[in-house]
């Protein structure tokens, strides 16, 4: 198919939908979710692979997590962001009504395989309404493959260690935010 974009069928699609699952499911389970937050989502088809970021673009693959990771965001009522690979800068994709409530800017992109990756250009395709925008600040995160989320979640991470640590042969790292505490002494914190 050209270089670095996978050119054999995946096999193992059934098992990555439900590795993703479980991951979602724990993260949900160890967090405080409101209606409306945001996950923000780096995903390498090529680590899910098994091979090196960048050199194994599946477009199976990335339609596979993405379809999963949007239909559990909407039955928790949270909003899904896709980071693009670092040749778009990290931009996301997400729903144009989202951006627009939280005051995000619109860029203009369109991501591919090579140039966004699998599964952002899937979630291009998924999310209703889809626009690209370079910045978010979202209130939980999974990042499958070890593809750098972190510039994307609000101040105060903190890590959710969760029982499923890959997806594929990706390894999987989840995140939750929570408000920073200041005032120091005499403050009272929720």
């Given at each position: 198919?050209?270089k670095?974009?996978?050119?054999?069928?995946?096999?193992n699609?059934?098992?990555?939908?439900?590795?993703?699952e479980n991951?979602f499911?724990?993260l949900?389970?160890?967090?405080?979710?409101?209606p409306?937050?945001l996950?923000?989502?780096?995903?390498s088809?090529?680590?899910?692979?098994?091979?090196?970021?960048?050199?194994?673009?599946?477009?199976?693959?990335?339609?596979?997590i993405?379809e999963?990771?949007y239909?559990?965001?909407k039955?928790?009522g949270?909003h899904?962001?896709?980071?693009?690979c670092?040749?778009l800068?990290?931009?996301?994709?997400?729903?144009?009504e989202?951006?627009?409530?939280r005051?995000y800017?619109?860029?203009?992109?369109?991501p591919?395989l090579k140039?966004g990756?699998?599964?952002?250009t899937?979630?291009y395709?998924?999310?209703p309404?889809?626009?690209?925008?370079?910045?978010?600040?979202a209130?939980l995160?999974?990042?499958?493959?070890?593809?750098m989320?972190?510039?994307?979640?609000k101040?105060?991470a903190v890590?959710?260690r969760?029982?499923?640590?890959?997806?594929?042969?990706?390894?999987?790292v989840?995140?939750?935010?929570r408000?920073k505490?200041?005032g120091?002494e005499?403050?009272e914190?929720?």
């Amino acid at each position: 198919m050209g270089k670095g974009i996978a050119d054999e069928e995946f096999k193992n699609l059934g098992d990555i939908k439900k590795e993703v699952e479980n991951v979602f499911n724990e993260l949900i389970e160890k967090s405080i979710i409101h209606p409306e937050d945001l996950l923000v989502i780096g995903c390498s088809s090529s680590e899910v692979a098994g091979r090196m970021l960048g050199t194994f673009s599946s477009e199976e693959i990335g339609f596979t997590i993405a379809e999963t990771l949007y239909e559990e965001c909407k039955k928790h009522g949270i909003h899904m962001a896709a980071q693009c690979c670092e040749h778009l800068n990290r931009a996301l994709i997400i729903e144009r009504e989202v951006a627009i409530k939280r005051g995000y800017e619109i860029v203009s992109v369109v991501p591919k395989l090579k140039a966004g990756g699998s599964f952002a250009t899937a979630a291009y395709k998924l999310l209703p309404d889809a626009v690209p925008v370079e910045h978010i600040k979202a209130e939980l995160g999974i990042d499958i493959g070890d593809v750098m989320i972190g510039m994307h979640l609000k101040d105060v991470a903190v890590p959710v260690r969760t029982e499923t640590k890959q997806i594929g042969e990706a390894r999987v790292v989840c995140a939750k935010t929570r408000p920073k505490l200041i005032g120091g002494e005499r403050a009272e914190y929720l």
